[in-house]
């Protein structure tokens, strides 16, 4: 069973935006922190935004003032609205979740949504 769906990615040129968003599953008895990474090809996946389950957030500096993330507690969703996209934002986005369910806590992953950023 999937754990986390990942929806929103695409093509956007410079400038634009995207919201992507995360679902996670219902067996999920509790969500302490939901975020989002991101990863190139050759490089290590880096953390781009995280938010605990009272709604405080932290960014990469690379994003800051740029995306931000939400989450709703009651339907188990994570989002990032990402705004004034950089080529340099290109990459997998992956949604991150440390979640309980009947195995205890544990982390999970996403399966990734490429987001483009290209004229």
Request: glycine fraction near 10%; hydrophobic fraction near 35%.
């Amino acid at each position: 069973q999937v754990q986390l769906v990942e929806s929103g990615g695409g093509l956007v040129q410079p400038g634009g935006s995207l919201r992507l968003s995360c679902a996670a599953s219902s067996t999920f008895s509790s969500i302490n922190n939901m975020g989002w990474h991101r990863q190139v090809p050759g490089k290590q996946r880096e953390l781009v935004a995280t938010t605990i389950s009272d709604g405080s957030a932290g960014y990469a500096d690379s994003v800051k003032g740029r995306f931000t993330i939400s989450r709703d507690n009651a339907k188990k969703m994570v989002y990032l609205q990402m705004n004034s996209l950089k080529p340099e934002d290109t990459a997998v986005y992956y949604c991150n979740a440390f979640a309980k369910d009947f195995n205890g806590w544990r982390n999970y992953w996403g399966q990734g949504t490429q987001v483009t950023v290209s004229s």
